[in-house]
């Protein structure tokens, strides 16, 4: 059974960086089927696919227009989990932030337990 | 990628059927057999509970069936139960390695 489990820190400042790790057990993040995505849930702007990397012979990365040039998803086969980093937010980033498992087009489970993350000064 | 739409709410009795459209375009619903539901409970996370249009991972009841017909996707919940009531979110592939959420509907069992 997969589980993911996040960590990050649940308040971020304007200007700054946002990071958050997702750590999975029971798959590999190197895994050649699955793909490890972010996906963000605001009153706002619903829910909102931020992009994903994932593995086949070698890593690739999908960003959403909305967030690129400010988004970064990173693997870390040592520790079997990825990352996610998003710069220079502003308090229309706040949102619950997930981590994801998707099958081939975006078929997403499981979910990790999300974390809230307010962007505030 | 604009949102796809969904109703914001529905509603039905137990034991009766429900269904939830989500209305995309030739993009995206209606050019990709790749549209899946979630359900989410208050304070949860999304589960998913239809994939590639009308298949249930394992553990889904039968009662969650998955169709589409041109650019509209639909959910339907028969002999609703009380554990059904929930926020419903559609999802669909769009081409270029991206996915777009609709924006939810809210299935109240009365």
């Known amino acids: 059974q997969v589980q993911l489990q996040q960590s990050g820190p649940g308040l971020v400042k304007p200007s700054q960086t946002l990071s958050l790790t997702c750590a999975i057990s029971?798959?590999?993040?190197?895994?050649?089927?699955?793909?490890w995505n972010w996906i963000r849930q605001s009153p706002s702007r619903g829910l909102e696919w931020l992009g994903r990397t994932f593995y086949r012979s070698k890593w690739y990365n999908d960003y959403a227009l909305s967030v690129k040039g400010r988004i970064t998803i990173n693997p870390d086969t040592s520790k079997n989990h990825f990352s996610l980093q998003l710069n220079s937010v502003t308090p229309e980033d706040t949102a619950v932030y997930y981590c994801?498992?998707?099958?081939?087009?975006?078929?997403?489970?499981?979910w990790g337990q999300g974390t809230l993350v307010t962007v505030s000064s | 990628q604009s949102a796809l739409t969904q109703p914001p709410s529905a509603s039905g009795s137990p034991g009766q059927s429900v269904t939830i459209s989500c209305t995309g375009t030739?993009?995206?619903?209606?050019?990709?057999?790749?549209v899946s539901w979630h359900q989410q409970h208050p304070g949860k996370a999304p589960k998913l509970m239809i994939y590639e249009v009308n298949k249930r991972p394992s553990g889904v009841p039968d009662r969650f069936s998955g169709s589409k017909s041109g650019n509209t996707a639909s959910l339907t919940v028969s002999g609703l139960q009380a554990e059904d009531e929930a926020d419903y979110y559609c999802s669909s592939y769009v081409g270029n390695n991206t996915c777009v959420f609709g924006g939810g509907t809210k299935l109240t069992v009365l």
């Open positions: 994801v498992r998707a099958g081939s087009y975006f078929s997403f489970d499981p």
């Open positions: 029971g798959d590999s993040v190197s895994s050649n089927t699955a793909t």
């Open positions: 030739s993009s995206d619903v209606g050019g990709y057999n790749y």
